[in-house]
Structures are given as structure tokens and as C-alpha cells.
T-cell receptor, first 109, second 110 residues
Framework: GIQVEQSPPDLILQEGANSTLRCNFSDSVNNLQWFHQNPWGQLINLFYIPSGTKQNGRLSATTVATERYSLLYISSSQTTDSGVYFCAVETGTASKLTFGTGTRLQVTL | SQTIHQWPATLVQPVGSPLSLECTVEGTSNPNLYWYRQAAGRGLQLLFYSVGIGQISSEVPQNLSASRPQDRQFILSSKKLLLSDSGFYLC?????????FGQGTRLTVV
């Protein structure tokens, strides 16, 4: 099956810093999504981004499908950005969503 | 707007007992439905997905089963729980590709 690797696995930032999270996938995908899992376990859909660039406030994402990677940018990080960030890809005709390995982000004061 | 309900939020069950977790979606029709499991500190493992009533695809061999008796209802079951079934179970739905998750059920098998 498809492999979805995220880097870095762990990241510690001071409040106000910027960061880039990466998602690499091993095969062609129908779409790609980014999620944030907060410390209580809730998964929030951040972006649906099969290709191109999207922005939502301090967050933006870029997917280059032909090169099989996606990037999530977090600017001016806040403590509420802490948690785990997952990318997930959809493959085949059955809408199966495969999650990446995750990046655990901690934003400190 | 669409909402997803998953219950219970936490559950402690003895080894060998049965399990039934329910998930319902409101505000949409014919969604794709998913059950995921997340072990502590780990990624999400897809257990089952369904593209329609009565249509269930299983991703990993296990002692769990899933059913979709109605369009917007997805049930995860087990006849006899194992210690290794402990984890965080998440139900999700998607329409036109974008996925949304329920609050999750934290299951501890003792």
C-alpha cells in the first residue's frame, strides 16, 4: 500500500516562530488533507488540498502532486497550535484515507 | 450543517466482554464512513470503511467487525474484547473527499 511519511516527527517552537511541516507520499493520490489533533484527541480538518496552495489565516498549505509531497506552513505560532499534525491521502476508487506518521508540535511561551 | 456524533466518550471494559460503538452523521446523505484506531502516541490505523449501506471493507484482520444498518449510522462491534483492543477509536465521514471526525471513544480493556 501507499506509504505516507511526515517530517519532522517532533518540533518545539517558541511562540511567534514560523515552521514548515512536510508530508511525502509514495504513489499517486486523489487528494490530500491536513489535520490537527488537539491535546484532547479531537481531529480538525485544516485543508483539503489535492494540488496547489491554500491559505487560512496563519496557516497555509502547498501540494505538489507530481513530486509527491505537501507542505504545511504555520506562521506566528501560538500555544494553541500545539498538538499533532497529520496529513492523509486518498487513493483508489474506494475513497480510502491513509494517514501519515504525524508531526508532534509543542509551542512554548 | 453536518455533524457527527460518536459515543460513548470513554469506556472501560473487561477482557472477553462485548463491544458496541455507535456513530451517526447528520446533515448529509450517502457519506463514506470510517472507523480508525489510534494507539497511545501513534498514528491512525484504518479499521473499516463503508461507501454505502451494508457495504463494509475491512483493512486489518482482527476480532472487530463493523456494520452500516442505515445510511448515516456506522457501528463497530466485538464479541470478545482483547487487551490489545485498547485505544482511541475515531469515526469519520467524508463527502466529495473531505473528511471530518467525531470526538472519539477512549477504550480501555482491563
Amino acid at each position: 500500500g501507499i506509504q505516507v511519511e511526515q517530517s519532522p516527527p517532533d518540533l518545539i517552537l517558541q511562540e511567534g516562530a514560523n515552521s514548515t511541516l512536510r508530508c511525502n507520499f509514495s504513489d499517486s493520490v486523489n487528494n490530500l488533507q491536513w489535520f490537527h489533533q488537539n491535546p484532547w484527541g479531537q481531529l480538525i480538518n485544516l485543508f483539503y488540498i489535492p494540488s496547489g496552495t491554500k491559505q487560512n489565516g496563519r496557516l497555509s498549505a502547498t501540494t505538489v502532486a507530481t513530486e509527491r509531497y505537501s507542505l504545511l506552513y504555520i506562521s506566528s505560532s501560538q500555544t494553541t497550535d500545539s498538538g499533532v499534525y497529520f496529513c492523509a491521502v486518498e487513493t483508489g476508487t474506494a475513497s480510502k484515507l491513509t494517514f501519515g506518521t504525524g508531526t508532534r508540535l509543542q509551542v512554548t511561551l | 450543517s453536518q455533524t457527527i456524533h460518536q459515543w460513548p466518550a470513554t469506556l472501560v471494559q473487561p477482557v472477553g466482554s462485548p463491544l458496541s460503538l455507535e456513530c451517526t452523521v447528520e446533515g448529509t446523505s450517502n457519506p463514506n464512513l470510517y472507523w480508525y484506531r489510534q494507539a497511545a502516541g501513534r498514528g491512525l490505523q484504518l479499521l473499516f470503511y463503508s461507501v454505502g449501506i451494508g457495504q463494509i471493507s475491512s483493512e486489518v484482520p482482527q476480532n472487530l467487525s463493523a456494520s452500516r444498518p442505515q445510511d448515516r449510522q456506522f457501528i463497530l462491534s466485538s464479541k470478545k474484547l482483547l487487551l490489545s483492543d485498547s485505544g482511541f477509536y475515531l469515526c469519520a465521514w467524508s463527502v466529495q473527499g473531505r473528511a471530518f471526525f467525531g470526538q472519539g471513544t477512549r477504550l480501555t480493556v482491563v
